[in-house]
C-alpha cells in the first residue's frame, strides 16, 4: 500500500491548521515551551519540548546537565520527550540540538524540595506566667511558622527572610513552670530545646483587712494585692491558719496567729518571692 503525500503546494483550507508550512530542513530547531515548566531537583521526571523542527535529536540541555531522550516524533519533529537531569535549584534555560544546530532556549525552574523547620534556641529561656516576653528563636526552614508555648500561640510572630529566625511575644502561661514550644510550619514541626520556663509572678501586697485583732489570735483577715497565688502568712514571724487566695491571684483569706501584742509585720511568701503588708497587724 503505497502511503499518501502532502501535497505542500496546495491551498490549505480557511482556519485549517494542515498541511503545516514545511519546516526549513536546514535551519536549527525552534523550542516554543517545556511541559511542565518546573520539576523537582532531583531530575528524572518527564518533560515535553513543544517546537518545530525537532527531528534528529542529538543532545537536550537543561542549564547545561544533558537530558535522556525518551522519545521523539518522527518525521514531524513537534514534540521531544525527555528525562530532566537533576540540577541545583534555579531557573535554567533548556536547549535542543539537532544535525541543524541549536534551538533558542525556554525557561525550566528547578524546585528546591520542601524542608521541615529545625530549631536551635530560644531567648530568652524563661519569662514571667503572665506573659508579654519578647523572644527570639533561631533555626532554619522558618519561614510560615506559627509558635506554641504549651500548646498556646504565640502573638506577633514574624521570619525574617532567610527563614533563620523568628521573633514574636509569650502567651500567658497556664502555670509557673517549663513548657514545650514548637514551631509549626507547612511543611513540619520542630521543638525548641529547653523549652520555655515560665516563672511566677513576685507578690504585691497593699492592704489587710481587719489590721488588728486579740493577741490570743483567731481574726479571720483579708489580703488584698497581686501575684497571691500559692501564697502562705506570717504575722509577727508565726504562720497564719487557714490560707487560700481566689483565682485572681488578688485576694487572700486566712486566720490570724497567736501574737505579742503590739504591731507585727505580716509577710506574704509565694514562689515567685516575699511581699511585706504596708502597717502590719496590730496585736491588742
Do not use: K, R
Amino acid at each position: 500500500m503505497s502511503t499518501p503525500m502532502l501535497n505542500v503546494g496546495s491551498q490549505p483550507a480557511a482556519n485549517s491548521l494542515w498541511p503545516l508550512p514545511p519546516f526549513p530542513p536546514q535551519s536549527p530547531p525552534l523550542l516554543l515551551a517545556a511541559v511542565p515548566i518546573s520539576g523537582p531537583t532531583s531530575g528524572g521526571n518527564t518533560v515535553l519540548l513543544i517546537g518545530m523542527g525537532l527531528s534528529n535529536v542529538t543532545n537536550v540541555s537543561f542549564g547545561g546537565s544533558p537530558a535522556i531522550v525518551l522519545s521523539q516524533d518522527f518525521p514531524l519533529g513537534l514534540v521531544v520527550a525527555v528525562s530532566a537531569p537533576a540540577h541545583a535549584p534555579g531557573t535554567v534555560p533548556v536547549t535542543v540540538t539537532t544535525s541543524a544546530g541549536t534551538s533558542n532556549a525556554v525557561n525550566y525552574t528547578y524546585q528546591a524540595p520542601a524542608l521541615p523547620p529545625t530549631a536551635t534556641s530560644i531567648v530568652p529561656t524563661s519569662g514571667p506566667v503572665s506573659g508579654g516576653t519578647s523572644f527570639t528563636i533561631t533555626g532554619t526552614n522558618l519561614t510560615g511558622a506559627t509558635v506554641l508555648f504549651g500548646g498556646v500561640p504565640a502573638t506577633g510572630v514574624a521570619v525574617d527572610p532567610s527563614g533563620t529566625s523568628l521573633t514574636g511575644v509569650t502567651p500567658p502561661g497556664l502555670a509557673a513552670g517549663n513548657v514545650t514550644v514548637t514551631i509549626i510550619t507547612p511543611n513540619g514541626t520542630a521543638n525548641v530545646p529547653g523549652g520555655f520556663t515560665y516563672t511566677a509572678l513576685a507578690p504585691t501586697a497593699a492592704t489587710i483587712t481587719p489590721n488588728s485583732g486579740p493577741a490570743a489570735g483567731g481574726t479571720p483577715f483579708v489580703i488584698t494585692g497581686t501575684g497571691l497565688t500559692g501564697g502562705s502568712v506570717t504575722i509577727g514571724g508565726n504562720a497564719a491558719t487557714g490560707v487560700t487566695v481566689d483565682p485572681t491571684g488578688t485576694l487572700l483569706f486566712g486566720t490570724a496567729p497567736a501574737g505579742a501584742v503590739g504591731n507585727q509585720p505580716v509577710v506574704v511568701t509565694t514562689p515567685g518571692g516575699n511581699a511585706t503588708v504596708p502597717g502590719g497587724f496590730t496585736y491588742v
